[in-house]
């Protein structure tokens, strides 16, 4: 390994020493690209400066005293890009952006790209982005989130930022965190451009722009011709992006550092001035394998490693330095190991400083030290709407209280938009978004495009901008596909911004089973086990109309104070149901102007006050409950439902307080029996050695079949009766003994 570094090491050095310095690769000037020559000696040193960090950090991986070693070589070409674009343009970066960085950090005084990479290097405590969690790119001054899986999974959400930008301008947003003509990066390679992930964006990018809405965002393509072994057919991201209706394809060569400056600066007009989504195609190599641990001979011939290292860009830009007659050979072989020896001192200097060293300051960073927020403006965005002060009046079912309560939050804050598939004109598929466009107006209340991936992320680079974005997505088994945008994205930007960086929003999801005659599984999705292990993610789910009023206000709280990500999960079963035992009882309505309160995240709802048996259950299970806890009375049986309300975090302290001294504890969960909620709360239970006697009744292990069917493989009424019964009886019974 130390053998191969060196080898690497060499690899610039020797050829400048020996002129093998390759010719030219276009004809564009530096004064075409509106450089001078003190823009590009900067440039030239900080790509020098990128590859030399790549070197130590190999050198370190080697030494087992550093811990990450996917480099930036082939790619310093970047830096023309950060020479072309302001400093609060925020930019979502592929991890060999290193010489992006460091030419940013020129912008910003004070800043010190060298050290601050070298404590990432070293998962240093004291690393400014993330703390010691995770070798990343961002700085909060320098407006770049922290990226860690960029295998396409930031785009979605830089196209969500750009979109932001546009509709700040339209709002006249006072807080924006991005200027109203300030444009979006997002960089990425040649075979992430294939993702599904990348494919969504871009074409939501591109509809976006061929409807003649304004996108100023930047894809940054840095195509060095291969995914770790896998190579792209040459070719084909032109032909693929060349032509893409409402798309704008630039391409530049990336190893000339004039010709990327060129193109980048293109680019930027595109996107700032005419506010059009852009397509930038830099031709890059990739130098010393896919990581520290790549093997690349065994999948590459030498013969092609060295051809494409004979076109290292920094060989290139030696070129462009010594014909401009700024530096000489000799200049730069002493400058390229004098910004090698400061490198090293700085690295070696990172390997003393402190490391994480408990679970605690592993995990503090889970969630946003909590803050309050400056004061929100009232709502100037109201146009005349119809009157409804009757619907806030009369008892409603849950889907039109939910349409109520978000109405009252975007009334308090200008900053809630709500958008999805449907919820416009439409107002969702179930009604919950009823009459907010003909309020709010259509930049505050708007349909997306059918792609889940795209509604999340448009949810994320909205949040970067100051917003409270409400997504719906239309079903639970919907999410599934862009799971990763909550769970690799959205809720793991805290963690990996040591706090600096949020994305609050409540991200609502029609789901759960219990229709009659609908769907099958994917419209009756009764497994919640993709949110309950997100780290840092906040559930919730209501029983009735008046419980998601209370809880609606709460997650809103979460999101605006505490810049929580909160899943709001309705069941669909119950949006419109209106009674509990008999028609026209009006039990489960409920008025939404005598609804005063909230329910806080850290309390279930307890409901009766029944000795005998606590059942412990929500959604769905908390009305079948109700209904059989009245049947159970009539057996003799007092029962007291505990209504879970939120079910991660599950207030696991207040579920064991409201039980209370009662022994008898029925679990009754509509999920799933594998990966449900029931089998976090018997594990606590058990692991607490409470006294309890417990049962749990949940759904089968199974996919939820159409028609009739559906009712087998679900908790009924009659099950929990039944269930309640055995372990009553057998309580009874051991007393007797």
């Known amino acids: 390994m130390a053998g191969a570094i060196a080898a690497s090491s060499d690899g610039f050095l020797t050829r400048l020493k020996e002129g093998r310095i390759p010719g030219p690769l276009s004809t564009v000037t530096a004064i075409d690209a509106g450089l001078t020559t003190t823009n590009l000696a900067a440039l030239f040193e900080s790509q020098l400066t990128s590859r030399r960090l790549d070197l130590e950090a190999r050198r370190l991986g080697a030494e087992k005293r550093g811990f990450y070693s996917i480099g930036s070589s082939g790619h310093e070409g970047n830096a023309a890009v950060a020479h072309a674009f302001r400093i609060n343009d925020m930019a979502f970066l592929h991890y060999r952006s290193g010489a992006f960085y460091i030419e940013r950090a020129r912008k910003l005084t004070g800043e010190t790209p060298i050290w601050n990479m070298a404590l990432s290097f070293v998962a240093s405590s004291e690393d400014p982005i993330s703390g010691g969690r995770h070798k990343v790119l961002g700085s909060k001054p320098l407006f770049i989130p922290p990226q860690t899986s960029t295998i396409a999974s930031h785009l979605p959400k830089a196209m969500g930022a750009a979109f932001s930008v546009a509709l700040a301008r339209t709002h006249k947003k006072p807080d924006a965190e991005l200027p109203y003509d300030s444009a979006v990066l997002c960089s990425f390679g040649d075979a992430s451009a294939n993702h599904s992930t990348a494919q969504g964006a871009i074409n939501a990018a591109a509809l976006t722009a061929y409807r003649g809405l304004p996108l ?32 704008n394809y630039i391409y530049g060569d990336g190893r000339d550092i004039i010709d990327a400056v060129r193109a980048a600066r293109e680019a930027e007009y595109c996107a700032r001035i005419a506010r059009k989504p852009v397509f930038l195609h830099l031709r890059t190599v990739r130098l010393m394998g896919h990581a520290g641990s790549d093997l690349e001979t065994s999948y590459r011939d030498r013969t092609e490693i060295e051809t494409e290292a004979d076109q290292d860009p920094l060989l290139h830009s030696a070129r462009r330095i010594i014909e401009a007659d700024v530096m000489s050979r000799d200049d730069i072989e002493v400058l390229y190991e004098n910004i090698g020896g400061r490198v090293r001192r700085t690295m070696e200097a990172a390997c003393t400083r402190p490391k994480l060293s408990s679970a605690a300051e592993v995990t503090t960073a889970l969630t946003a030290p909590t803050s309050i927020p400056k004061a929100k403006r009232a709502s100037k965005l109201l146009p005349a709407a119809p009157d409804d002060t009757r619907a806030r009046t009369d008892p409603q079912h849950m889907s039109r209280l939910i349409s109520l309560a978000l109405a009252g939050e975007m009334e308090r804050d200008a900053n809630v938009v709500v958008f999805g598939e449907d919820v416009a004109k439409k107002g969702g ?14 930049s505050r209340v708007f349909d997306t495009l059918l792609d889940e991936q795209s509604i999340l992320g448009m949810a994320i680079g909205l949040a970067h901008n100051g917003y409270i974005p409400v997504p719906e997505i239309q079903f639970l088994a919907y999410v599934h596909n862009a799971e990763d945008q909550l769970r690799g994205e959205a809720a793991s930007l805290s963690y990996f911004s040591n706090g600096q960086y949020t994305n609050p929003m409540v991200v609502r999801i029609a789901g759960l089973a219990y229709q009659k005659g609908f769907g099958g599984h994917f419209h ?85 006050a029944g000795g005998d048996l606590a059942i412990v259950t929500y959604g769905n299970g908390t009305y079948l409950s109700r209904r059989a806890a009245r049947t159970l009375k009539e057996k003799g049986i007092d029962a007291r439902i505990i209504d879970l309300r939120w079910l991660a975090p599950l207030p696991m302290d207040a579920i064991i307080e409201a039980i209370g001294k009662r022994c008898d504890v029925l679990i009754v969960d509509e999920c799933r029996k594998t990966g449900s909620p029931s089998e976090e709360i018997v594990t606590a239970f058990a692991e607490r050695r409470l006294p309890l006697n417990i049962s749990r009744v949940t759904g089968v292990d199974t996919f939820i079949p159409l028609g009739p069917a559906a009712n087998e493989v679900l908790v009924s009424e009659a099950d929990i009766v039944a269930a309640a019964l055995a372990l009553t009886d057998k309580t009874t019974k051991r007393a007797a003994e």
């Open 216 to 247: 100023p965002l930047v894809f940054v393509c840095e195509d060095n011709g291969i995914g770790i072994s896998v190579k792209t057919p040459e070719g084909w991201v032109a032909a693929n992006y060349g032509a893409r209706p409402g798309l």
């Open 429 to 442: 598929v179930y009604g919950a978004t009823t009459r907010l466009q003909s309020k709010f107006g259509p």
């Open 524 to 608: 009756n999705d009764n497994s919640v086990a993709i949110f309950r292990d997100i780290p840092g993610i906040v559930l919730a789910c209501p029983s009735s109309g008046e419980e998601a009023v209370r809880m609606m206000r709460e997650a809103f709280r979460l999101a605006r104070q505490e810049r929580r990500v909160v899943v709001f999960l309705e069941p669909i079963a119950l949006y419109g149901i209106k009674d509990l035992y008999e028609n026209g009882d009006g039990l489960m309505s409920a008025s939404f102007k005598d609804i005063k309160d909230e329910a806080p995240i850290d309390a279930p709802n307890v409901i009766g």
